[in-house]
């Protein structure tokens, strides 16, 4: 299997999983640990971002707390969002989110791996 088609989703059975927000991604893992980080990789295109924003905006409504680690810089992040009718001004501000954005080299250094 390619690296750059892999999705991994970090959990463990014996807690309980909460929702992403995204049903089909619900229906085929089960939803998200918490406290565990989630990875969301896949190939330009395929959805990554959206998935992410859509899987945050259901953690913050529900009053948990993200950080959001990305390549993307955090202004087109925030375009993305409120694309998407999401609004994560009030979070971003208030430290409920934070938005993260990974340096490129160390992401081309992840990639090679």
């Known amino acids: ?8 989703l970090v959990g463990f059975a014996c807690m309980r999983a909460l929702s992403t927000g995204v049903e089909i991604v619900d229906q ?3 939803g998200i ?7 969301i990789a896949g190939p330009s295109g395929a959805g ?3 998935i992410a924003l859509q899987t945050a905006a259901s953690a913050l409504e ?4 993200v950080s959001f680690l990305c390549n993307e810089p955090a202004p087109f992040l ?9 609004d994560f001004q009030a979070a971003l501000q208030s430290g409920q ?12 250094l992840m990639t090679s791996l």
């Open 97 to 108: 989110l934070a938005l993260l954005e990974m340096d490129t080299e160390i992401a081309s």
């Open 78 to 86: 925030m375009r993305q969002a409120a694309s998407l009718g999401f």
């Open 62 to 65: 529900s009053g948990r707390v």
């Open 1 to 8: 299997m390619e690296k750059s088609k892999t999705a991994l």
């Open 28 to 30: 085929v893992l089960g």
């Open 33 to 39: 640990t918490p406290g565990l980080p989630c990875v």
């Open 48 to 50: 990554r971002t959206v």
